[in-house]
C-alpha cells in the first residue's frame, strides 16, 4: 500500500483515531489537525509518535487548516461538534465547526491539488421522515442545525467536485460505536452509555419503551468504508450510507448485554427524549456495490466493549 500524506482531521477523536490507526498500518503518513475539545491525546497514545504528525488546532481557522494540508495528498475530515442538542443551542458556534470547517477543508484542498476529500457526513441529513430503509437517493430533510450543516457541507462537497476539480465523497455514517467512543456526555452514543453504567453496575436508561431502534454500525466497518472510497474510481462526488442494514432497539441491546454478561438488569425507563427520532436504518447497497460489507455483528461488537471496559466481566463469547 502507498506511501502517501493523509490529513485526518479530528484524528483524536472517537472515529478519526481508528482511521489514523489504521493509515498508519498501512504505510501512509498520518498528519492530525485536532483542537482537542473533545478529542484525546490517550485516542492516539498507542500509535507511534514516529508514524504520525499532529498540529494542534481548529477546522474553523482557513489558515491552520492550510497549514495543515501543507505536502499530503488526502483528507479524511472527521472534525466536527458531533452533538446534535448542542447544535440547537448554539447554530453559530456549531456551524463556524460543522459547516465552516468543511469549506475551510475543501478551498484548502483546492489550493493544495489534493487528490480526494473524503467527508464524514451523517444520517442526520434525513431528518424524521418515516420511509425505511433510506435510500441516498431520497429526499434530505434535516430538522437539525447539526443535520444541516452535514447537508450543507456534502453539498459543497460536491459542488467542489463538479465544478471545481476538488475530488469529494461523502459518508453518510449512521450510529457508529466501539472502542473510545466517549461516555461522559448524556448525548454520548447510547452503546457507550449503557457500558459505561454497566462498568459501575447499573441498569441502562432508557428514553421511553425501548422499543426505537437504530442501525449500529461498528467503528472497524467504518474505517473500511473510509479507506475503500479513499481511492475507488467510482467513488467521487458520490454519498454512501454507511449502516449495517440491520435494525436493533434498545431493548434488543440490554438483552445482549445481560446475555453476554450473564446478568439481569432491568433497564430504567425514563421520558421519550424530545425530537428523537424512532427509527433509522440503511440501505447500504450502494456502499456494497464498491465491495464493502459489515463484518461486526452488534453482538460482537457489544462483546468486545465489555471484554475491554469492564474489568472482571465474565463476557460470554
Ligand atoms: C445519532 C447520532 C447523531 C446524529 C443522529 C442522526 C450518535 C451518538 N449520535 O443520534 O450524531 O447523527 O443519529 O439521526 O451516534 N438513549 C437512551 N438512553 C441513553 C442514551 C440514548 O435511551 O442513555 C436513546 C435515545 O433517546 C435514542 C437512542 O437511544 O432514542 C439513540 O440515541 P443516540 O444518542 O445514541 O443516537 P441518536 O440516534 O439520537
Same mark, same amino acid.
Given at each position: 500500500?502507498?506511501?502517501?500524506?493523509?490529513?485526518?482531521?479530528?484524528?483524536?477523536?472517537?472515529?478519526?483515531?481508528?482511521?489514523?490507526?489504521?493509515?498508519?498500518?498501512?504505510?501512509?503518513?498520518?498528519?492530525?489537525?485536532?483542537?482537542?475539545?473533545?478529542?484525546?491525546?490517550?485516542?492516539?497514545?498507542?500509535?507511534?509518535?514516529?508514524?504520525?504528525?499532529?498540529?494542534?488546532?481548529?477546522?474553523?481557522?482557513?489558515?491552520?487548516?492550510?497549514?495543515?494540508?501543507?505536502?499530503?495528498?488526502?483528507?479524511?475530515?472527521?472534525?466536527?461538534?458531533?452533538?446534535?442538542?448542542?447544535?440547537?443551542?448554539?447554530?453559530?458556534?456549531?456551524?463556524?465547526?460543522?459547516?465552516?470547517?468543511? /469549506?475551510? !477543508? *475543501? =478551498?484548502?484542498?483546492?489550493?493544495?491539488?489534493?487528490?480526494?476529500? %473524503?467527508?464524514? #457526513?451523517? &444520517?442526520?441529513?434525513?431528518?424524521?421522515?418515516?420511509?425505511?430503509?433510506?435510500?441516498?437517493?431520497?429526499?434530505?430533510?434535516?430538522?437539525?442545525?447539526?443535520?444541516?450543516?452535514?447537508?450543507?457541507?456534502?453539498?459543497?462537497?460536491?459542488?467542489?467536485?463538479?465544478?471545481?476539480?476538488?475530488?469529494?465523497?461523502?459518508?453518510?455514517?449512521?450510529?457508529?460505536?466501539?472502542?473510545?467512543?466517549?461516555?461522559?456526555?448524556?448525548?454520548?452514543?447510547?452503546?457507550?452509555?449503557?457500558?459505561?453504567?454497566?462498568?459501575?453496575?447499573?441498569?441502562?436508561?432508557?428514553?421511553?419503551?425501548?422499543?426505537?431502534?437504530?442501525?449500529?454500525?461498528?467503528?472497524?466497518?467504518?474505517?473500511?468504508?473510509? /479507506?475503500? !472510497? *479513499? =481511492?475507488?474510481?467510482?467513488?467521487?462526488?458520490?454519498?454512501?450510507? %454507511?449502516?449495517? #442494514?440491520? &435494525?436493533?432497539?434498545?431493548?434488543?441491546?440490554?438483552?445482549?448485554?445481560?446475555?453476554?454478561?450473564?446478568?439481569?438488569?432491568?433497564?430504567?425507563?425514563?421520558?421519550?427524549?424530545?425530537?428523537?427520532?424512532?427509527?433509522?436504518?440503511?440501505?447500504?447497497?450502494?456502499?456494497?456495490?464498491?465491495?464493502?460489507?459489515?463484518?461486526?455483528?452488534?453482538?460482537?461488537?457489544?462483546?468486545?466493549?465489555?471484554?475491554?471496559?469492564?474489568?472482571?466481566?465474565?463476557?460470554?463469547?
Amino acid at each position: 500500500m502507498g506511501k502517501s500524506t493523509v490529513l485526518v482531521t479530528g484524528g483524536c477523536g472517537f472515529i478519526g483515531s481508528h482511521i489514523v490507526e489504521t493509515l498508519v498500518q498501512k504505510s501512509y503518513r498520518v498528519r492530525i489537525l485536532d483542537n482537542l475539545s473533545t478529542g484525546k491525546l490517550e485516542n492516539i497514545a498507542s500509535i507511534s509518535k514516529q508514524d504520525i504528525d499532529l498540529l494542534i488546532g481548529d477546522v474553523a481557522d482557513l489558515s491552520t487548516v492550510e497549514e495543515a494540508m501543507q505536502g499530503c495528498e488526502y483528507v479524511f475530515h472527521e472534525a466536527a461538534i458531533a452533538s446534535v442538542p448542542k447544535s440547537v443551542n448554539d447554530p453559530i458556534g456549531t456551524g463556524k465547526v460543522n459547516y465552516g470547517g468543511t /469549506l475551510n !477543508v *475543501l =478551498e484548502a484542498a483546492r489550493k493544495h491539488s489534493i487528490r480526494r476529500v %473524503v467527508f464524514a #457526513g451523517s &444520517a442526520a441529513v434525513y431528518g424524521s421522515e418515516p420511509t425505511l430503509p433510506k435510500q441516498e437517493s431520497m429526499a434530505a430533510n434535516p430538522i437539525t442545525p447539526y443535520g444541516v450543516d452535514k447537508l450543507g457541507s456534502e453539498l459543497m462537497g460536491h459542488f467542489y467536485a463538479r465544478t471545481l476539480g476538488v475530488e469529494f465523497v461523502c459518508l453518510r455514517y449512521f450510529n457508529v460505536f466501539g472502542l473510545r467512543q466517549d461516555p461522559s456526555s448524556p448525548y454520548s452514543g447510547a452503546i457507550s452509555i449503557f457500558c459505561d453504567r454497566i462498568r459501575q453496575g447499573l441498569a441502562p436508561v432508557i428514553y421511553g419503551d425501548g422499543l426505537q431502534s437504530r442501525d449500529f454500525v461498528h467503528v472497524s466497518d467504518v474505517v473500511k468504508a473510509n /479507506l475503500i !472510497v *479513499l =481511492e475507488h474510481p467510482q467513488a467521487t462526488g458520490k454519498s454512501f450510507n %454507511v449502516g449495517c #442494514g440491520v &435494525a436493533t432497539s434498545l431493548l434488543d441491546i440490554t438483552n445482549i448485554l445481560n446475555d453476554l454478561t450473564g446478568q439481569n438488569l432491568q433497564a430504567i425507563h425514563q421520558e421519550p427524549r424530545p425530537g428523537d427520532i424512532r427509527h433509522s436504518l440503511a440501505d447500504n447497497t450502494t456502499l456494497r456495490t464498491l465491495g464493502w460489507s459489515p463484518q461486526i455483528s452488534i453482538r460482537q461488537g457489544l462483546a468486545e466493549l465489555l471484554q475491554t471496559s469492564v474489568a472482571n466481566l465474565k463476557v460470554k463469547k
